[in-house]
């Protein structure tokens, strides 16, 4: 749409789609809804739109937010897109991240100082901004600085050679000598900065502290490396890619030796440690931790691993992409194989897992050849289910017989597996086994399954049914977390463990609520809970209207509160030594705090005594239109009162002494303020709207915390 100069967009579209403005090159301004969630790379979105100047995002959007132009998220600590014609920008001090290809392409751009706070710069950030010559650059940034500047004069107008930068080598350019030399005096190699560079051999100085991520991605012709004393930063994979290398020394002072370091060094044949390494030690073609029982790494050219007695645990990734690997005898002291511990290693038939092992991790023998070799179906291997071939399978009974499930077996059948039965021989249901199972509806246990392990079922939104057996022993609220619509636990008579009370479904060994009867109006909290804190707890429970807690309970969070809309009153057993109630509000025993309000409560009368409101204690009450606070008041929070969009009739006392950042902003009362100076009884709570400066008279001498601080655009006060 060449000719489209303005546009806004209206309030209920969530998502913005990639190329969705592109070649729009008339476009000037777009105005952005509270309702947009997502926008779908940002750089592609307004690709070709030259003259945007004037995108402004609704202040009431969660997710992105606007000024002058730039699209940030809402809290400003990243920039996603800048506008092509800017001359000038002042980056904010909340910054972290400058995203792929935010300013690419802003021509009229000579200079840019960035913030302390940046961290990170992504791909091709500043391409082609052909003006940009100027930059100050903060330490520590995390920054492919050939593609991030490549086509501006800041980059391409610096000598061939290594280029170094304040000590920091941040790339290279041109060509380089076959036997690079880094001089004494730098610090560090910056993430990707020798990337592709074509030297056989590099000596580091002494002084070298840091090597960053993939710093030295596929040099092809580097052949070894021996790194210094001095070094104690080892970024992740630096030498990926580096099939030439046959060497490496490494200091005591790396502190991690592994796949993250030796990571795609696919002819190393050689790894040197220091005899006196205190974490680290080789032997043979492994490296192993210092005790011996974890192996780390093993060499890329083992043909067959004879794994020696006393090895507990194959760490993830240890031998991938071995590619002559043809058999692995493990030994009966092995517990646990790790994540893509054999994955690609494609000559790989001949191993047994012993039943020694209690955890295979997820994709552990993927792309072997005795995974090649299988049929479509359920992968069984030694009494271990390793995966499944094929797709689209809706209903799966494990084999009885079946000892052991690894993490994620199921995941070709992720997205359509609805009902899961799992026999009695399986005594433990590992972590993350089947989480994030999208479309699982019911899962079956036998009798004799005891254990299931923290978030083995944790995001599957559609589960709704789940038949526990009485020989369960151990489960927690975390083994179906986020099941948002898990209401139905079948539990057998004469189990042990799961019982009912209140409307709860719980471990009575650990006290863990498992689930609740969202139907009911009345819902009893049972005796041995210590604390609600778990916001997905009584989602659902539109019903509820009274709640009743234990003389147990010691702490409470709102965010428990929050979906019971229809809340009111909040009994808590007067037995109790850490809280009270009353008339809906929680308090402390001592009475100093309010802790919680239920949600459908209107008006307040907050209790004598109280002298401070907890932090966002009435946050996004919809109902609250009143509250009337004590003269013994002395501090509200922050965000006591945020987003409280029908509170109006308040009245800050005398007594209080100290009100926290965005303790009001967005109720009732501060929407029908004028924009600029937002003043309450003396009170400095804020500004509102773009105001760049504000003048405050004698009338106020009290401020809030932060009041010119949060998404302000105040200049000068």
């Not at 059948?413 to 009695?424: D, E, R, Y």
Request: charged share 20%.
């Amino acid at each position: 749409c060449s000719s489209l100069t303005s546009l806004v967009l209206p309030e209920g579209l969530t998502r913005i789609e990639y190329g969705m403005f592109r070649g729009c090159s008339s476009l000037r301004t777009l105005n952005i809804p509270a309702s947009v969630t997502h926008i779908v790379s940002w750089s592609g979105t307004f690709e070709g739109c030259d003259q945007l100047t004037g995108l402004v995002v609704d202040s009431a959007n969660e997710q992105y937010s606007s000024q002058a132009g730039i699209l940030y998220n809402k809290n400003k600590t990243n920039i996603y897109f800048v506008p092509k014609n800017v001359t000038s920008v002042v980056v904010p001090p909340t910054v972290t991240a400058i995203e792929a290809q935010a300013f690419m392409g802003c021509s009229l751009l000579r200079e840019i100082a960035l913030p302390d706070s940046l961290t990170y710069i992504g791909w091709e950030a500043f391409r082609d901004c052909s003006s940009l010559e100027t930059v100050q650059m903060p330490s520590g940034v995390q920054c492919d600085y050939a593609s991030a500047f490549a086509g501006t004069p800041y980059w391409e107008n610096r000598e061939d050679g290594v280029i170094i930068n304040d000590g920091v080598v941040i790339g290279w350019k041109g060509e380089c000598d076959d036997n690079l030399v880094i001089p004494e005096g730098v610090t560090e190699i910056a993430d990707y900065a020798l990337n592709y560079a074509p030297m056989t051999t590099i000596t580091l100085p002494s002084t070298l502290v840091r090597i960053g991520d993939y710093a030295f991605q596929y040099c092809p012709n580097l052949t070894s490396v021996d790194l210094p004393e001095s070094l104690s930063d080892l970024g992740w994979s630096p030498f990926y890619g580096c099939d030439n290398l046959k060497t490496i020394s490494i200091p005591n002072g790396v502190d991690f030796v592994g796949i993250g370091l030796l990571e795609g060094c696919q002819g190393l044949e050689e790894v040197h440690l220091a005899d006196d390494n205190p974490d680290y030690q080789v032997d043979g073609p492994y490296v192993f931790d210092k005790s011996r029982e974890t192996i780390l790494y093993a060499l890329p050219g083992i043909s067959v691993a004879d794994i020696p007695d006393g090895v507990v645990k194959i760490g993830r990734n240890a031998f991938a992409d071995c590619q002559s690997l043809s058999a692995v005898s493990f030994p009966d002291t092995l517990v646990e194989i790790g994540d893509w511990a054999f994955g690609n290693c494609p000559s790989l038939f001949d191993f047994t897992i012993p039943e020694t092992v209690k955890i295979v991790g997820a994709s552990v023998f993927d792309g072997t050849g005795w995974w090649e070799s299988q049929g479509e179906g359920l992968l069984i291997k030694d009494g271990c289910l390793l995966g499944y071939k094929g797709y689209g399978a809706m209903s799966i009974a494990v084999p009885n017989g079946i000892r052991l499930i690894a993490t994620s077996s199921l995941w070709s059948c992720q997205q359509t597996l609805q009902v899961l039965s799992i026999p009695g021989t399986v005594r433990t249901i590992p972590q993350d086994a089947f989480s994030s199972y999208s479309a699982l509806e019911a899962v079956y246990f036998g009798e004799g399954v005891e254990e299931i392990c923290d978030y083995a079922f944790a995001w599957c939104r559609n589960l709704t049914t789940v038949y526990l057996p009485k020989s369960i022993t151990q489960i927690s609220r975390y083994s179906f977390w986020s099941c948002d619509k898990l209401d139905d636990f079948i539990v057998p008579e004469g189990g042990e463990t799961v019982v009912e009370y209140g409307g709860f479904l719980y471990n009575k060994n650990t006290m863990d609520i498992l689930s609740v009867d969202k139907s009911r109006e009345s819902l009893a909290l049972p005796e041995g809970v210590v604390s609600l804190w778990d916001g997905n707890l009584l989602e659902g429970c539109d019903r509820l209207t009274t709640l009743t807690l234990p003389s147990t309970l010691q702490s409470v969070s709102r965010y428990v509160l929050d979906p019971c809309g229809n809340l009111s009153s909040i009994l808590v057993s007067a037995a109790n030594r850490y809280l009270k109630s009353s008339n809906g509000v929680i308090y402390t025993k001592d009475g100093y705090r309010l802790v919680a309000v239920a949600p459908a409560v209107t008006d307040v009368v907050i209790q004598e005594g109280v002298q401070s409101i907890d932090y966002g204690a009435f946050r996004d009450n919809q109902r609250i239109t009143s509250v009337s606070f004590p003269a013994s008041l002395k501090r509200i929070e922050s965000e006591a009162f945020l987003r409280c969009a029908n509170l109006t009739d308040f009245t800050l006392t005398d007594s209080l002494e100290s009100i926290g950042s965005r303790a009001f902003d967005e109720c009732g009362w501060w929407n029908a303020q004028p924009d600029g100076l937002v003043v309450k009884d003396g009170w400095v709570l804020g500004a509102k709207g773009a105001v760049s400066s504000v003048v405050i008279d004698d009338s106020c001498s009290l401020f809030a915390d932060g009041c010119f601080g949060y998404d302000s655009s105040v200049q000068s006060v």
